[in-house]
């Protein structure tokens, strides 16, 4: 019973984290840009998503709808307003734009969780749910909600894969993040595909933040973790590898909820920082890192 | 967080217009509160309502009074810095200050320090006052305005007895709190007084503020078997009661939920809230005394929604001060302590009286028959209902259809 219960939560946790550390470490491997605001991004989508049902009464895949535009919209909004501007820069040295990056990201991701807290409190808001009710399986009583987030996530990450793979655009994007001076070569403008990379990104972060607001509910508090959870799945997994922050997803989600399960939810998230240390120690490149 | 916005544009006319008709210097007052969270943002719109209601009527002995307003972004290292600006730069007479008990905790001795007199009108740890009870002579300016934890506890056991125990044959219970200063003696309180009412108490859970995902919790409750849950939470309270309702926990909820107590709480839950037990010192359309409900209309009227629990107390907080600077004839901080210890006050939130010195919660409220006796509140169909008790009940109890009793007689 208990073990089915782990395995059903740790794979719709899993699958949440997964999605929302895709997006971060694509941006990542394509453009290396380590997204700092990438948590304020889902809380702000998921807050829109809640707003619009909420405040103007819309029902739950309106809501749901708005609430990915927004991601959309920040994720254009941090390109162009934090990254962007430094990328293009000739007063910052070459060598520092990283971190000058890093410090934007960071700064204008405090921005939009001060933005939320004003506006709508720090209170948590949960999203309205798109299937209600509960559903009994291995005698686990679990919201359909839950499955129906882990379906979500696993699409758009096979969509992903499938725009990776098999589009021209898409192939070009990969280029982009192995060699992307060989892509200018052949003749392909590296900020369109920037502007596309921050696209895909913007609809992972809204599609996730909206989920997570379903499923657990997200405040304006919510952004500092979310950032140091995708951050450390993806470091984890080795920076800019898609396959390795999905492993790497799943085995914090299934650590975190054996914990909160069989130790106390007061600890869940201690082994999996450990884990982290152990593997910088041994493997500083992460699980499947390139580099 | 429409309140707070148009409380500082009043503010700002306010000041604008400042009449010369005033006698002397006007008495100042600063709130320290938390502008960004539901049960904060009431803080200081309230004073500043009670501040605006007291002017109009000449001021306390032809002086003004003004509100000063700090935000402290819920943290206890601003409230500090914005205790010491708002006695040493604003010259404020007296404050009113938050309702997190780390904060008026942090805040206490530099009341002393700085013979400042302060009140807090929503903080609830019982340390707060049981300070004062060992240094009366350095503490005796901090003046606890909101119940303590040991009181909100029996106050959630007493109406546990009559709704619970009585009809529906309730025995068991589990306790399920948060982890912060306001907690401790609230869960000592349940401990004590729950088997008192023949609640045996089956387990106990104290969780981390920062939990997101209640699922283990909540699996871990049902566990237990118990017939009840007894909450103590404040810092949380949309996630847990989100995913009671979705995952459908069979076990009422019922005790202190302070983010319950927000009318907005029904929107940010999604409707979750829909059958949650919480205790509440007033609530929307509850005469609790012939000032609550003029309070609740100009409240609303005047920033377009209801007040948190702590804005009832922060008004009441401003007409005592008023009240004990015009006794002890001007904003002497000694004296006004004395003033205020004699305080006998009808408020919002029912017969204000503060306990003397030699007792061991000196400055705490005084609770029970003919003073504060709380109230026990549903949400039903996107209101909340009091349902205890019986002499000021509007409703009797609707079970969420995911809830099972155990051993229901009614």
Redesign the interface.
């Known amino acids: 019973m208990l073990f089915w ?1 782990i395995l059903i ?1 740790g794979f719709a ?1 899993s699958a949440l984290y997964a999605l929302g550390a895709t997006g971060f470490t694509l941006i990542f491997g394509v453009s290396g840009v380590l997204n700092l605001s990438h948590g304020a991004i889902m809380v702000g989508a998921a807050v829109a998503a809640w707003a619009a ?3 103007l009464g819309v029902g739950p895949y309106t809501g749901a709808l708005i609430g990915v535009l927004m991601g959309l919209l920040l994720s254009f909004a941090t390109y162009f307003i934090a990254v962007r501007p430094i990328q293009r820069s000739r007063a910052i040295a070459e060598s520092e734009k990283e971190i000058f990056i890093l410090t934007a990201t960071l700064l204008w991701g405090i921005i939009i969780q001060e933005a939320i ?13 798109i299937v209600e009710g ?1 559903t009994n399986l291995f005698g686990v ?3 359909k ?1 839950e499955y129906f987030t882990a379906v979500v996530c696993w699409v758009a990450i096979g969509l992903l894969w499938a725009l990776v793979n098999r589009t021209r655009r898409g192939k070009a994007v990969m280029a982009a993040s192995m060699n992307p001076r060989g892509v200018t070569l052949l003749g392909i403008e590296l900020s369109s595909i920037y502007l596309t990379v921050w696209a895909i990104y913007g609809l992972l972060a809204g599609v996730a933040g909206i989920l997570l607001g379903m499923f ?2 997200v ?2 508090y ?1 952004v500092g ?1 979310l950032t140091a959870s995708a951050f450390s799945i993806v470091v984890l997994g080795g920076l800019g590898s898609v396959s390795g922050s999905l492993i790497a997803a799943y085995v914090v989600g299934y650590l975190e ?1 054996a914990t ?2 069989l130790i106390s ?2 600890y ?1 998230t201690v082994p999996a920082l450990l884990l982290l240390v152990v593997v910088m120690y041994l493997r500083p490149q992460g699980l499947f890192g390139r580099r | ?1 429409a309140s707070f916005k148009i409380f500082m544009l009043t503010a700002c006319a306010t000041a604008l217009v400042s009449s010369a008709a005033w006698a002397a210097d006007p008495i100042k007052i600063g709130v320290i509160a938390e ?4 049960a904060g ?1 009431s803080i200081a719109p309230a004073a500043q309502l009670a501040a605006e209601e007291i002017n109009a009527k000449g001021g306390v002995d032809g002086r003004k009074i003004e509100i000063v307003v700090y935000d402290n972004h ?1 943290s206890s290292a601003e409230s500090v810095r914005a205790f010491q600006r708002a006695v040493s730069e604003d010259h404020v007479n007296a404050v009113i200050a938050s309702y997190i008990s780390e904060v008026v905790l942090a805040l206490e001795p530099w009341a002393g320090r700085l013979k400042t007199v302060m009140i807090t009108p929503g903080a609830a740890s019982d340390v707060i006052t049981q300070n004062i009870a060992k240094d009366y002579d350095h503490l005796k300016y901090t003046f606890h305005g909101y119940l303590t934890s040991s009181s909100l506890a029996g106050l959630v056991c007493d109406a546990a007895k009559d709704l619970l125990v009585g009809p529906y044959k309730m025995k068991t219970a589990v306790i399920m709190s948060e ?1 912060a200063a306001w907690t401790t003696p609230l869960d000592a309180g349940y401990e004590k007084c729950l088997p008192e009412i023949g609640l045996k108490v089956v387990d106990h859970i104290r ?2 503020p ?8 909540f ?1 871990k409750i049902e566990g237990a078997k118990p017939d009840v849950m007894i909450t103590g939470i404040s810092h ?4 847990p009661t ?2 009671w309702k ?3 926990v069979p076990i009422p909820m019922f005790g202190i939920s302070s ?1 319950a107590t927000n009318s ?1 709480f029904w ?4 409707g ?1 809230v829909e059958g949650v037990f919480y205790n509440a010192v007033s609530g929307p359309g509850v005469a609790v005394t012939p000032r609550t409900l003029p309070f609740v209309d100009a409240y609303q009227k005047k920033f377009g929604n209801f007040p948190s629990y702590a804005g009832y107390t922060s008004y009441d907080d401003v007409y005592m001060i008023a009240e004990a600077i015009h006794k002890a004839g001007g904003t002497d901080s000694d004296k006004m302590v004395e003033a205020l210890e004699k305080t006998d006050y009808v408020g919002t939130i029912g017969r204000i009286a503060f306990k003397p010195k030699g007792d061991p919660n000196p400055h705490a409220l005084r609770t029970g028959k003919g003073y504060i006796t709380g109230l026990m509140l549903q949400w039903q169909n996107g209101k909340q209902v009091n349902v205890w008790p019986k002499e000021l009940a509007a409703g009797s109890i609707i079970w969420p259809s995911f809830i099972k009793l155990k051993a229901a007689s009614n």
């Open positions: 219960q939560d946790i049902a909420s405040e807290a004003y506006l709508f409190t720090n209170n948590a808001k949960t999203v309205l749910p509960v009583r679990t919201p909600n657990l509910g405040s304006s919510s973790p909820t909160a399960y939810p007061a869940r | 967080m502008a960004q969270a539901v943002s819920s982890d969780m981390s920062d939990t997101t995902d209640f699922t283990p919790i699996n949380v309270g949309t996630q989100v995913q979705s995952q459908q983010q907005t929107k940010d839950t999604n979750a």
